[in-house]
């Protein structure tokens, strides 16, 4: 990306921080201009590894100015984004195909080395491509298209995990994105599995603590599915976990620990006399920008946000 395409991009992640809707609209317009420019630069390279790496650089900004207007509650011109993004990142990996592997006699050799750099060009293009698959789940599921969501989910996870290893704590956004879709088709079992396993990893990857937002977003979604089980306790439990680690995060005062306790107090009747929450508790998807955004998944997000 060029210099100036950075702080394009740089001023309007800047201006679209907060709620307000005037500085987010701002900041798309910033972020447009910086995808103008690359969209210039990838049009006119010639060289065809270059532009793989032009297109690369190009599906990432889409990304993510596509969570921008997905935070502004416009899922269709994000899910625009994001497929041109998808197809982007697609094709730098048709131009960087993982050689077969050396010998140990070509270890130090140059054509060992230069494999080792498309290895890693292609885990990182992976990567990407793992998280354009998770804002194509967010978007589709939030457009009511379940289908789409769970295949472009279960894609990312695939990714995630051929990229970075089954236990890495990046998993548990996928898991948690397939639990709400899961929790979206009425299969609230499969997604409290997904919810717990994220949880899980996520536990393991802090040493065993209980601690952040990604946890408490976790709690939520699960105490949200086991509720609509039919499990109080259960329920009751993880929300209480959840409440504590969003006032850690958040402050007591935080718009999500409001959320969590205006939960709690739903379920709190059910857990007495046997009745069902409400159907306009949902669970929540996780960002995958590795921090929390309140644009992408769900309306009623604990602790993080969406995958946009």
Request: charged fraction near 20%.
């Amino acid at each position: 990306m060029s210099t100036t395409a950075n702080s394009y991009v740089n001023l309007g992640a800047f201006v679209t921080m907060g709620g307000d809707v005037g500085r987010a609209a701002t900041g798309i317009a910033y972020m447009q201009e910086a995808l103008q420019l690359q969209e210039e630069a990838y049009a006119s390279e010639a060289d065809p590894r270059r532009r793989s790496r032009r297109a690369l650089g190009l599906a990432q900004s889409l990304m993510q100015v596509g969570r921008q207007h997905h935070q502004q509650q416009d899922a269709q011109e994000a899910l625009a984004l994001f497929v041109r993004a998808q197809g982007l990142a697609e094709e730098f990996l048709a131009a960087h195909q993982v050689p077969a592997s050396s010998s140990a006699d070509d270890a130090n050799s140059s054509s060992a080395q230069a494999d080792a750099a498309v290895r890693k060009a292609v885990e990182y293009g992976s990567f990407v491509l793992s998280e354009i698959c998770s804002n194509i789940g967010v978007a589709t599921n939030d457009l009511g298209q379940p289908d789409k969501a769970l295949e472009m989910h279960q894609r990312a996870l695939t990714l995630r995990k051929e990229t970075v290893g089954k236990t890495h704590p990046s998993v548990a956004e996928c898991l948690n994105n397939l639990g709400a879709v899961f929790f979206a088709r009425g299969a609230f079992q499969k997604a409290a599995e997904h919810y717990e396993q994220a949880l899980e990893l996520l536990v393991e990857s802090a040493g065993g603590r209980e601690d952040g937002p990604y946890m408490a977003l976790s709690l939520y979604n699960i105490g949200v599915s086991r509720a609509h089980l039919g499990q109080p306790r259960e329920a009751g439990a993880a929300l209480r976990r959840a409440l504590r680690l969003a006032e850690q995060a958040f402050g007591p005062d935080h718009r999500q620990v409001d959320l969590i306790r205006a939960t709690m107090q739903q379920y709190k009747g059910p857990s007495q006399d046997g009745g069902q929450p409400s159907e306009n508790q949902e669970p929540s998807s996780t960002s995958a920008e590795g921090g929390g955004s309140d644009g992408g998944n769900s309306s009623n997000s604990a602790a993080s946000g969406r995958a946009s």
